[in-house]
Antibody, heavy 115, light 112 residues
Framework: EVQLVESGGGLVQPGASLKLSCVAS????????MSWVRQTPGKTMEWIGD????????NYAPSLKNRFTISRDNAKSTLYLQMSNVRSEDTATYYC????????WGQGVMVTVSS | DVVLTQTPPTSSATIGQSVSISCRSS???????????LYWYLQRPSQSPQLLIY???KLGSGVPNRFSGSGSGTDFTLKISGVEAEDLGVYYC?????????FGGGTKLELK
């Protein structure tokens, strides 16, 4: 059974950094591109970016590429999202999902940016 | 970025009724490789989104065949032929043709 389990969320102050993780199981993680998607409290969905199966290439939403970094550790079947200089508008539920069709999603992890 | 406009924003249906949701794109979603990267997802209350349709009209694994997708270029439609209670939630169209993937604003399907 394919599973994606995110972790690392919580309450963080504006300007801080945070690293989210997504542990994959039930499939060969190193065969797949992976993506991060977020959903604001108002339910707006936004694609953050994706990463090639071997980690050699990443693609980001232009509005986020200067603050967010996607990486992966195929030996650990884990996807990461490093968030820096977070802002209140980064408050959202963050999902990892499997490319190319986003056929599997994690349960999501909440990030709240507030002082 | 490509803007996807979904209509209606809310749809009320009775069980067994057929429902259609429209997704219009600000640019053609036909890629140079000949594919059209238009997807549909359902997010049930308090759940993660789930894939329904990929590449305009291909049914996701395990998705009931009462769901169907159609369209081309800039106009796309998701049809549910005979709504069931488990179909309630928010439907999103998504495009992956252009560099930045974008979502429609969502259509909430409610019981009448």
């Amino acid at each position: 059974e394919v599973q994606l389990v995110e972790s690392g969320g919580g309450l963080v102050q504006p300007g801080a950094s945070l690293k989210l993780s997504c542990v994959a199981s039930g499939f060969t993680f190193s065969d797949y591109w992976m993506s991060w998607v977020r959903q604001t409290p108002g339910k707006t969905m936004e694609w953050i970016g994706d990463i090639k199966y071997d980690g050699s290439y990443t693609n980001y939403a232009p509005s986020l590429k200067n603050r967010f970094t996607i990486s992966r550790d195929n030996a650990k079947s884990t996807l990461y999202l490093q968030m820096s200089n977070v802002r209140s508008e980064d408050t959202a539920t963050y999902y990892c999902t499997r490319d190319p069709n986003w056929d599997y999603w994690g349960q999501g992890v909440m990030v709240t940016v507030s002082s | 970025d490509v803007v996807l406009t979904q209509t209606p924003p809310t749809s009320s249906a009775t069980i067994g009724q057929s429902v259609s949701i429209s997704c219009r794109s600000s640019q053609s979603l036909l890629d140079s490789d000949g594919n059209t990267y238009l997807y549909w997802y359902l997010q049930r209350p308090s759940q993660s989104p789930q894939l329904l349709i990929y590449l305009v009209s291909k049914l996701g694994s395990g998705v009931p065949n009462r769901f169907s997708g159609s369209g081309s270029g800039t106009d796309f439609t998701l049809k549910i032929s005979g709504v069931e209670a488990e179909d309630l939630g928010v439907y999103y169209c998504v495009q992956g043709t252009h560099d930045t993937w974008t979502f429609g604003g969502g259509t909430k399907l409610e019981l009448k």
